[in-house]
């Protein structure tokens, strides 16, 4: 018998940390995890940079809308 196991169930109630959360890929990655897998705790790291410290940072991550959308098979 074969068992397939999707990318959901083996990120089922896990604890993840993102560092480079802030960019790109790190958006993405964040978004995709909480939409598509029941994972149990996410810690993102932030760091400081271009005269904004990292809380000012995440609060305009969090006013902005990710609107990309990755479908995975």
């Known amino acids: 018998m074969e068992t397939t196991s999707g990318i959901a169930e083996t990120f089922r109630n896990g604890t993840f940390l993102i560092t480079g959360s ?21 810690a993102v790291l932030v760091r400081s940079k271009k005269g904004f410290n990292a809380s000012q940072r995440v609060a305009e991550i969090y006013k902005q809308a990710v609107s990309i959308r990755f479908i995975c098979y």
């Open 22 to 42: 802030t960019g790109f890929l790190g958006k993405i990655l964040t978004e995709k995890l909480l939409r598509s897998c029941s994972v149990k705790n996410i």
